[in-house]
């Protein structure tokens, strides 16, 4: 398992990835201007060559919204989706981020299970953000010590 930072090249097979997991996936052009802003930082796996999943986060001074979390079905369950998000997590660290933010859809069990393990916490339900199908969102955040209440 290799994980690296998102380049250009990897577009069409980072759109492929959103394609099959998604019923409302990111566009290759979402991608594009994400790799290419400054307040960004997108990671992919590899797995003998091949790119099986990928992350990332859009920051906001301290704070980065963790906006994808994609591994291919066949390659889940091997950890790659915690090592995408630990390392996503390091490197915000690293970067002066002190606090991650994410949705994810209230029935995915198994990826709620990563993040809770990873230190993020639910601090609700967004009613009705997901469509395709239509499914609430719980809101997860990891902060840093000093911000919880």
Known sequence: MHIRKMTLDDLEE????????????????????????????YLVCEVDGKLVGLCGYIRSF????????????????????TALMQTLIEEGEKAGVRNFTLEVRVGNSSAIHVYERLGFESYGIRPGFYENPKEDAMIMWRMDEKRKV
């Open 62 to 81: 301290e704070e980065a919204d963790v906006t994808n979390v994609s591994v291919l079905e066949e390659y889940r369950g091997h950890g790659i989706g």
């Open 14 to 41: 980072v759109t492929r990835i959103e394609e099959a997991n998604f019923s409302n996936p990111w566009t290759k052009a979402g991608f594009e201007s994400q790799i290419k802003a400054g307040d960004s930082l």
